[in-house]
């Protein structure tokens, strides 16, 4: 049960926030050029994450989903270490994907 609450709430997290970048929100678009990724790349990384929310909660394509998002973190974490900040938020978000993953294969080995 605790594993399809994680579940869900990540879903939602990366539904909400693909959405955002979907969406031309000015703050995802400007956050994005402060890093120096072209216009185009806000909308792939929005596109990812949306995809890989919706993919969570579709037991066949999870693994695929949890894939997807565990690169975008990892993605994450290396644009905010390359920019000297603190890479807190998707550490903590990847351990709790990993964490579902493994929770996953535990389960599916049962």
Not at 5 to 29: D, E, H
Not at 87 to 102: C, E, I, N, Q, S
Request: overall charge positive; charged content about 10%.
């Amino acid at each position: 049960m605790a594993t399809r609450i994680l579940t869900w709430l990540l879903a939602a997290l990366f539904v909400f926030a693909g959405g955002m970048k979907l969406s031309g929100n000015p703050q995802a678009v400007q956050g994005f050029a402060d890093f120096g990724f072209p216009p185009w790349f806000v909308y792939a990384v929005g596109l990812a994450e949306a995809a890989g929310g919706i993919a969570l909660l579709v037991p066949r394509l999870a693994p695929i989903g949890l894939a997807l998002l565990l690169a975008v973190m990892v993605g994450a974490f290396g644009t905010l270490v390359h920019a000297g900040q603190r890479p807190l938020p998707p550490l903590v978000v990847g351990a709790l994907l990993l964490v579902v993953a493994w929770r996953r294969r535990a389960a599916a080995r049962s």
